[in-house]
C-alpha cells in the first residue's frame, strides 16, 4: 500500500520512517512547496502541477499538518479515502468551530464568546469577567495570535495585535499545569489512548513532555479517555487524534485539539510499545492499533533553533535522538530528545543534566 | 553528512530508518542492479555508470553485505573512508583467511584444513577423524556449498556438492547450541557489546534468535567478548561486527564472523536501548556508541517466503513489525517480528503462539 501524506515535515518523516517497518511506501506532497521530510516521494507542489500523479499513486490519503487548504482536501477525498476526515481538519483550523464542537459534546471547555471588534472584545470581557485570553479564530500556533486581557479596557490594545477578522474571547482557566491526550481510532472503531503527558511550554513554544504525567488519578485518566473518545466517535474519526487540556481544580479543561500525530506524544517513540506515528499510519491503513502503554517514564524535550552538541547528547546512554534534517532557525523545532528512566526523580536528573547541554533551552526545573 | 552504503537490501533499508534519525542523509549502491532498500537515493548500478556520482555526494562509505567484489571496495576506499575496514571484507569472503585470522590471533576454532580436490577431502577427512563439515571457501552463506561427512569415503560423493576449487574441511563441533555476539567498535576505538543471542536454524536459515541467551555465565560471555574485541582491534575495525559460535562442553568455538550488521541482532531494534543499527550509523559518522543493555527478554523470529496474516500479527500487544518491502518468494527473507516478554516463560509462549501464525515457519519448540 502507497499511503500519500499532506505536508512533508518532520511529523511526515517520522511517520513514515515508522510506517514502511510495516511495508508500506510513502508519497508526501506539501503545496506550501517547502519539504523537508527528507524521505518517500516528495512533491513540492505550490502550483498543483503534481496533484494528479500524487492522487493516482497513493491508495489512502492522510496529513500531517492541520493548515492545509480545505478546498484542497475536500476535494482530494472525492477521489482518494482521506482519514483522519476532512470534517476534524475544519474544526482544528477554526478556533470557533473546535469550541462549538466542544460546547455541543458536552466537553468542559473555557466560557467563550466570537468577536469581530475591539468594541466586541472589550464588552465580551465585561462579560465573561476577570482575565481573558483572546485568539485569532484561525492561524494561531505555538502561541502565536493571541493576547492576555486583564480588563476590558484593554481591548483596544490587545485587537489589533491578534491580526485577525475573527476571534475567540474565552476566560482565563487558572490551571495547575497542562496536559494532553493522545489516541487513536482505527477503521473499524477500535481505540487506543496512551498516558496523559504532561507539557511545558517555553515562550509560546511546547520544551517538554514528561509521560507518563505524574499524580494522574484514575478519574482525570477517565475523564480525559471520556472527552478524547466523544470527539473521535463523533467525527468518525481514523488515526491519531491529539488533545490539549489544562488541569484545573475542578478536573480538565479542553483547551485544544489536533487532528494529527502531535508533539506531545513524541516521547511515545522510546517510551511506549507502539510509537504514535505507527499507530497513526496502523489506523490509516485499516490495520489493528498496537498497545500504548508506556515502558517506563519518559521525557521528551524539543531541540529549538539548532541541534546542539550531537556528539555530547548521544554520549549519555539515556538519551535517544530524533533529528528532523532541517537547518537551525531560531525558533524552529529542528529535532528532539527522548530520555528515560527507571524513576521520576532519575528522570528529573537526567533531563536537567540534558537540558543543560542544550543551547536556547529553559532550565528544566520540574519536579514529580 | 551523507552515508553511502555498498548493497540496498533489508540491511541498508534499517541502516538508513535508524540512521536518518541522527540527522544524516543516505544513498544506497547496488553493485549487482538488485536494490530493495526502498530508501535513500538509490543506485541501481550493474554497469557501474553511476558510481562517480554516488562517491561524489557522500562522505563516508559502508556496507551492508559481505559478497561484494573487492576490487570495486579497494577502489573506493582510496577516494572516500570505507568503515568498517575492506580487509574484514576480504576475511569473511574467504572462510581460508578466515579460519586463519581466528587461528593467528588465537581464537578457538574446529580444527580445519583447506582442500582442493575430492582426494584431499578425502585425506583431511581422515586425518581430523570423526564426523567432519565441508564447506566451499568463497560463496557460502545461509547453508548452501555445505557438506556433511561421517566417513573419508563420502569424499567423491560431497565434493561435487560443494561447487568450488578451494573448500575448508573441518572436525564437525558436537554443540548444544549456536550462539553469537554482536559488538561496535568506534572510531577512536571504544567498544560496545551485545548480550550473546541463542540462534535456532532451521533448514540452514536462521528462524529465531533470543536475547539475551538465557543460561549465559559470566565467563562465557567474558571469552565471546575476548574474542570479538580481539577480532576488531586486529582489524582496527569500525562499525558493527558479528560472531557466531558454537557453545560446547568446553566453552565457545568460533564458527564465522559478519563484517556488518546481523540477522541475530535484529532483536535490539526493540529488545535493547540502542539497535544494532544505529550503533553502526554511529561508529562510521564518528558519533559516540549507544548503549547495548537489554530492556527485556526477547524473541526475533524471521518471516521467511512471505509475510504471513499481517493484522493477526500486529493484533498480538507483544509484537514488533519489521517489513523489508520485497516481493514474497520461496526461501527470501521478507521480514521479522520482535517479541518481547517480562519473563522467558512467557517469552516462549509468545514465540510459540506467533510462530503457530506464521506460513513456512517451524515450531519453536525452545525451552529457555
Known amino acids: 500500500m502507497r499511503i500519500g501524506i499532506l505536508g512533508a515535515g518532520q511529523l511526515g518523516r517520522m511517520l513514515t520512517l515508522d510506517g514502511m517497518r510495516l511495508g508500506h511506501e510513502f508519497s508526501l506532497y506539501d503545496p506550501a512547496g517547502k519539504a523537508s521530510a527528507g524521505v518517500g516521494t516528495i512533491y513540492n507542489d505550490p502550483d498543483g502541477q503534481h496533484l494528479a500523479t500524487f492522487l493516482n499513486e497513493t491508495d489512502v490519503v492522510t496529513y500531517e499538518f492541520e493548515h492545509l487548504p480545505l478546498d484542497l482536501v475536500n476535494r482530494i477525498a472525492t477521489e482518494k479515502p482521506v482519514h483522519p476526515v476532512p470534517r476534524a481538519l475544519q474544526c482544528c483550523q477554526n478556533r470557533t468551530l473546535e469550541k462549538a464542537l466542544f460546547r455541543d459534546l458536552g466537553i468542559n471547555t473555557a466560557p467563550f464568546e466570537v468577536v469581530e471588534s475591539a468594541e466586541a472584545l472589550q464588552a465580551a470581557t465585561q462579560r465573561l469577567g476577570g482575565r481573558v485570553v483572546a485568539k485569532s479564530a484561525t492561524d494561531g500556533y505555538d502561541g502565536k495570535g493571541q493576547a492576555v486581557l486583564d ?106 485539539m489536533a487532528p494529527r500525530v502531535h508533539n506531545s506524544g513524541h516521547w511515545s517513540q522510546n517510551g511506549a510499545v507502539t510509537s504514535q506515528f505507527e ?14 502503554a508506556a515502558l517506563q517514564p519518559t521525557c521528551m524535550i524539543n531541540l529549538i533553533g539548532e541541534t546542539g552538541p550531537v556528539a555530547e547528547i548521544l554520549r549519555l546512554p539515556y538519551t535517544h535522538l530524533h533529528l528532523y534534517g532541517k537547518a537551525g532557525r531560531s525558533g524552529r523545532k529542528v529535532g528532539h530528545i527522548n530520555i528515560l528512566a527507571d524513576s521520576l526523580e532519575e528522570l528529573r536528573w537526567r533531563a536537567m543534566n540534558t537540558a543543560s547541554l542544550l543551547p536556547e533551552c529553559p532550565e528544566f526545573d520540574w519536579r514529580p
Open 151 to 256: 480588563t476590558p479596557e484593554q481591548a483596544p490594545q490587545a485587537w489589533p495585535r491578534l491580526g485577525c477578522d475573527t476571534a475567540i474571547a474565552e476566560s482565563f482557566v487558572p490551571f495547575r499545569r497542562e496536559l494532553s491526550i493522545v489516541a487513536a481510532r482505527g477503521q473499524d472503531g477500535e481505540m487506543a489512548f496512551y498516558p496523559l503527558a504532561e507539557n511545558i511550554h517555553h515562550q509560546g513554544i511546547l520544551r517538554f513532555s514528561i509521560a507518563p504525567a505524574p499524580h494522574v488519578t484514575p478519574e482525570l485518566e477517565d475523564q480525559a479517555q471520556r472527552m478524547i473518545r466523544t470527539l473521535m466517535n463523533e467525527l468518525g474519526y481514523v488515526g491519531v487524534l491529539a488533545l490539549e487540556m489544562f488541569e484545573t481544580e475542578e478536573g480538565l479543561v479542553a483547551n485544544e
Open 279 to 292: 499507530n497513526h499510519i496502523r489506523a490509516v491503513s485499516g490495520l489493528p492499533l498496537g498497545e500504548t
